[in-house]
T-cell receptor, first 117, second 113 residues
Framework: AQKVTQAQTEISVVEKEDVTLDCVYE???????LFWYKQPPSGELVFLIR??????QNEISGRYSWNFQKSTSSFNFTITASQVVDSAVYFC??????????????FGTGTRLTVIP | EPEVTQTPSHQVTQMGQEVILRCVPI?????FYWYRQILGQKVEFLVS????????KSEIFDDQFSVERPDGSNFTLKIRSTKLEDSAMYFC???????????FGPGTRLTVT
């Protein structure tokens, strides 16, 4: 069975600090996709990144970076020089390849990040 | 930039009543989804829809739930007889094609009293 674990329930950092959000996943499938979504206080879910299981290259986008390691089944997310606008709940999610291509998402329980000014 | 839209933003209903939640997915997307999030909890998959039929549904999506794509733009979730435990935020999502990411609407908060 598939599972996504975000062990950090809540994290608080002071503005400009770096912060890493952890995500560990479980699946027996060899083809899968990993995602991060941001849920700000307004409640919507904002897509941040998608990674497929064959692409272990780390990615950087501005202040955001992602570290995908299949050896430890982890897909961690780092925010550099955090800002108050980064305050949100961050969800890691997993989808498996299926015949129809629908690939529904399995979400972790989320990490609430609070950036203190 | 195209967005997924949902109406209403908030729906209050009495237990046992039927509700229909509406979504307009992004126009060139082929896959459609409903998820729900009980307050303070994780987002849970309900159902996926592709090629005018249900692709997959979760255990939550029982006989009380149904989905429809009545025309080329709308995608609806119907709950036939609401229960208190159906109170949640319901998110619609769509994606362009196989292998792409899902984009979510702003959600409908359903409150069952």
């Amino acid at each position: 069975a598939q599972k996504v674990t975000q062990a950090q329930t809540e994290i608080s950092v002071v503005e400009k600090e770096d912060v890493t959000l952890d995500c560990v996943y479980e699946t027996r499938d060899t083809t899968y996709y990993l995602f991060w979504y941001k849920q700000p206080p307004s409640g919507e879910l904002v897509f941040l990144i998608r990674r497929n299981s064959f692409d272990e290259q780390n990615e950087i986008s501005g202040r955001y970076s992602w570290n995908f390691q299949k050896s430890t089944s982890s897909f961690n997310f780092t925010i550099t020089a955090s800002q108050v606008v980064d305050s949100a709940v961050y969800f890691c999610a997993l989808s498996l390849e299926d015949q129809t291509g629908a690939n529904n998402l399995f979400f972790g329980t989320g990490t609430r990040l609070t950036v203190i000014p | 930039e195209p967005e997924v839209t949902q109406t209403p933003s908030h729906q209050v209903t009495q237990m046992g009543q039927e509700v229909i939640l509406r979504c307009v997915p992004i126009s060139n997307h082929l896959y459609f989804y409903w998820y729900r999030q009980i307050l303070g909890q994780k987002v849970e998959f309900l159902v996926s829809f592709y090629n005018n039929e249900i692709s997959e549904k979760s255990e939550i999506f029982d006989d009380q739930f149904s989905v429809e794509r009545p025309d080329g733009s709308n995608f609806t979730l119907k709950i036939r007889s609401t229960k208190l435990e159906d109170s949640a935020m319901y998110f619609c999502a769509s994606k362009r094609d196989r292998g792409y990411e899902q984009y979510f609407g702003p959600g409908t908060r359903l409150t069952v009293t």
